[in-house]
């Protein structure tokens, strides 16, 4: 279906055409309708299914048509990591490129000019808020915002924000906010905690669900069958002959990131890691120097993964398996695009061949295994079967601001690549 075939404003269908949006992902086409109705909505999606434009398209149209008062905040979309924040923001100056719409983002790791225009932004009025819970809630702790404007409660990534803990927090704004609005989250995934606070939040919410889609055939998986203590051996033996070229490793905790990067490095290796303990300026250096080459190896952990927008990753290496299935399909999916081939190669201790077995039967297809390097010693063989099943909760690891007043004489958007 295509985005002319929506009632969208003009305003609205002429920012789409700008940035070259002409079909819709299946998350947009089944829940633009419904957002534009103005019905509460659960949207189950993984990421990279377009779930930003789903939400912000139907956002803008609704402002547009109706009576909203500018002085005071109309709309709050919050997300789990300023990085989130940031492409949301990003997304948002584009879509709204024609319309008269201001948006604040409103994300820590910045300075205090940053904090101050953050602050005017909540105090004088933006139409649209992006804020993450942690750093909304902050403002609102030391001054009084007006919340009684608001008409639209948009949670992103919902499932990520109760797995950082942030389920209080968004408890704290929603109370704050009026009773009659339109509530729309998105999440990745549908624990019970998503129900519990679905059902605290919003009026008989309308739920979509899209089912995960396998990786594209462009990504070449495979992976090793080893032992914990053979990972880096696995890692040097992969690039002993040949150079890594924008090579993204991901590991599920802030400590391996860190272990890693340093072992790497003193192995001769270009590397740096990505990480929540980074300021959002080191965050930026990191990612300019990786952008341009100057560091060909980056080592991240999944959450802060969110801000890494780069179409010519070459490889993807799972340092650790994921727990998720569709953790594992963000992940490698940072490589092969943009219509380029890509690589991705998932390291697998024993503790770990359950998790990776449930990926492969997802994927209705046994992945490659590659023989660890004998130097490296005897692997375990993989017999997913006779593995203990990991217990208890498993545990995730885990702002530079624009408010603007959109006119005619703004920057055009960027085409979509």
């Not at 990591?81 to 997304?91: F, H, K, V």
């Not at 990067?261 to 120097?289: I, P, Y």
Request: proline share 5%; charged share 25%.
């Amino acid at each position: 279906m295509k985005f002319e075939e929506l009632n969208l404003c003009d305003s609205v269908q002429e920012g789409l055409r700008v940035m070259n949006f002409t079909e819709m992902t299946p998350v947009q086409e089944k829940t633009i309708p419904v957002i534009m109705q103005k019905r509460d909505v659960i949207g189950c999606a993984q990421t990279g299914t377009g779930k930003t434009a789903a939400f912000i398209l139907p956002l803008l149209h609704n402002l547009q048509s109706e009576a909203h008062d500018e002085s005071k905040v109309n709309a709050i979309i919050m997300a789990p990591t300023r990085e989130l924040a940031q492409q949301i923001d990003q997304q948002m100056e584009g879509f709204s490129f024609y319309t008269p719409f201001s948006s604040v983002a409103v994300y820590g790791g910045n300075d205090a000019v940053a904090w101050d225009v953050q602050k005017r932004g909540l105090t004088h009025g933006a139409d649209v808020v992006i804020a993450t819970p942690g750093r909304l809630i902050s403002h609102i702790s030391l001054y009084d915002v007006d919340f009684s404007g608001v008409k639209y409660f948009i949670l992103d990534e919902a499932d990520r924000m109760l797995d950082m803990g942030f389920f209080d927090d968004i408890m704290k704004v929603a109370l704050k906010l009026p009773k009659e609005k339109q509530t729309i989250m998105f999440s990745a995934t549908m624990p019970p905690r998503i129900n519990e606070l679905a059902k605290s939040i919003m009026n008989n919410p309308e739920e979509v669900k899209i089912a995960v889609s396998r990786p594209p055939e462009s990504i070449a998986q495979s992976a090793y069958i080893c032992s914990e203590f053979q990972k880096n051996g696995i890692i040097r033996d992969i690039f002993a002959d040949s150079e890594p070229n924008k090579v993204l490793i991901f590991s599920g905790s802030k400590l391996k990131v860190k272990e890693l990067a340093v072992s790497l490095r003193s192995r001769g290796f270009n590397t740096a890691a990505m990480h929540s303990d980074l300021e959002q300026s080191e965050r930026e250096k990191v990612m300019h120097e990786f952008r341009n080459n100057r560091i060909n190896m980056l080592i991240a952990t999944d959450i802060v993964s969110r801000g890494i927008d780069i179409d010519d990753i070459s490889m993807v290496i799972n340092y650790d398996v994921p727990r998720d299935v569709e953790d594992y399909v963000h992940r490698i999916g940072r490589t092969a695009r943009a219509n380029a081939q890509g690589a991705s190669i998932t390291l697998v201790s024993e503790k770990e061949q359950y998790l990776f077995a449930r990926i492969e039967k997802f994927l209705k297809r046994e992945v490659e295994k590659k023989p660890v390097p004998e130097i490296l010693g005897a692997a375990p063989k993989y017999e997913p079967d006779k593995q203990p099943k990991p217990q208890g909760k498993f545990n995730r690891t885990h702002n530079n601001f624009s408010a603007k007043r959109h006119n005619s004489n703004k920057r055009r958007p960027r085409p979509k690549q």
